[in-house]
């Protein structure tokens, strides 16, 4: 079965420190990549997003993505975090396949940032 | 541009009582809309979508149904609630065609009591 794991519930970053966050998945193609972030209480903001072409794909607030098919991997990085990156952040998948209309998401990752 | 609401923002309910959640579209036409669970410390599950107007899929057999009355509006209902069934309630939709991103309201906040 399809299933997309984030193997880090909670990362503690300093504020001007680097920050990647693990996704890999499993499919049997390559799917559909999204990464979003939420703030508490509050919906689900679409970061990024890769459906082919470069593997590197760059998003709104300074965030980009690497897609590694060799890895099933879809981490999501940013050079230098700010004190406002504090939130969840989720990976998902959607499936390329007819009739299938769903994204998967991983569990999130806690993201916390020290002044 | 498109945006989607959702409400109430929060809702307590005794158990037992019935439940209705409203997500409202605008700024597109025939968007395809799902409805999410997000339970504590948990990502998020799929459960319901709809690509049309009386059209409703099922993931989870549950106590909640679904419907979509108009092209835009998407209602979240149950009978009788469960404690189970507190949790943050999102709304989604993505359009018709084109890619597979989707893009979330506000959520819901319900308490079962």
């Known amino acids: 079965a399809q299933s997309v794991t984030q193997p880090d519930i909670h990362i503690t970053v300093s504020e001007g420190a680097s920050l990647e966050l693990r996704c890999n998945y499993s499919?049997?193609?390559?799917?559909?990549l999204f990464w979003y972030v939420q703030s508490p209480g509050q919906g689900l903001q679409l970061l990024l997003k890769?459906?082919?072409?470069?593997?590197l794909v760059q998003g709104i607030k300074g965030f980009e993505a690497e897609f590694k098919r060799s890895q099933s991997s879809f981490n999501l990085r940013k050079p230098s975090v700010h004190w406002s990156d504090a939130a969840e952040y989720f990976c998902?998948?959607?499936?390329?396949?007819?009739?299938?209309?769903?994204?998967?998401f991983g569990t999130g990752t806690r993201l916390q940032v020290f002044p | 541009s498109q945006t989607i609401h959702q409400w109430p923002a929060t809702l307590v309910q005794p158990v037992g009582s019935p439940l209705s959640l409203e997500c409202t579209v605008e700024?597109?036409?025939?968007?395809?809309l799902y409805w999410y669970r997000q339970a504590a410390g948990r990502g998020l599950q799929l459960l319901f979508y709809?690509?049309?107007?009386?059209?409703i899929s099922s993931e989870v057999p549950q106590n909640l149904s679904a419907s979509r009355p108009q092209d835009r509006q998407f209602i979240l209902s149950s009978k009788k609630l469960l404690l189970s069934d507190s949790g943050f309630y999102l709304c989604?939709?993505?359009?018709?065609?084109?890619?597979?991103?989707?893009?979330f309201g506000p959520g819901t906040r319900l308490t079962v009591t």
């Open positions: 989604a939709w993505r359009a018709g065609t084109g890619g597979r991103e989707q893009y």
């Open positions: 499919y049997g193609a390559t799917p559909y």
């Open positions: 890769y459906f082919s072409g470069d593997t």
């Open positions: 998902a998948v959607g499936l390329r396949a007819p009739n299938t209309d769903k994204l998967i």
């Open positions: 700024g597109t036409s025939n968007p395809n």
């Open positions: 709809s690509v049309g107007i009386g059209q």
